[in-house]
Nanobody, 124 residues
Framework: QVQLVESGGGLVQAGGSLRLSCAAS??????????MGWFRQAPGKEREFVAT????????YYTDSVKGRFTISRDNAKLTVSLQMNSLRPEDTAVYFC???????????????WGQGTQVTISS
């Protein structure tokens, strides 16, 4: 089993920055070298992919709307994954979730474990 806990959400003005963190625990996380992803879900909308990173951290992929503004990274020694979000827009408002999968993926169904989510609200 893998447990994931997000933190770092909050309320910021448009153009501001936030850094989300996801802390992983569980005896299989390192053993299976999980890739990690960030997803978000806005009110009344489906959950959407944001970014993913492989185990070693040398491969990343982003959805087009966040490219150049968001950066996903990880520290395997600390079992954490981060999402640095800059130049935030009101349309970035959502609950952000981190998730773990056996490989990098943009499809939520591939991810085996999920955190509880953290709210990000961007005011205009």
């Amino acid at each position: 089993q893998v447990q994931l806990v997000e933190s770092g959400g909050g309320l910021v003005q448009a153009g501001g920055s936030l850094r989300l963190s996801c802390a992983a625990s569980g005896d299989t996380f390192s053993r299976y070298r999980y890739a990690m992803g960030w997803f978000r879900q806005a009110p009344g909308k489906e959950r959407e992919f944001v970014a993913t990173i492989n185990w070693s951290g040398d491969s990343t992929y982003y959805t087009d709307s966040v490219k150049g503004r968001f950066t996903i990274s990880r520290d395997n020694a600390k079992l954490t994954v981060s999402l640095q979000m800059n130049s935030l827009r009101p349309e970035d408002t959502a609950v952000y979730f981190c998730a773990a999968a056996r490989g990098m993926a943009r499809i939520s169904q591939v991810y085996e474990f999920w955190g509880q989510g953290t709210q990000v609200t961007i005011s205009s």
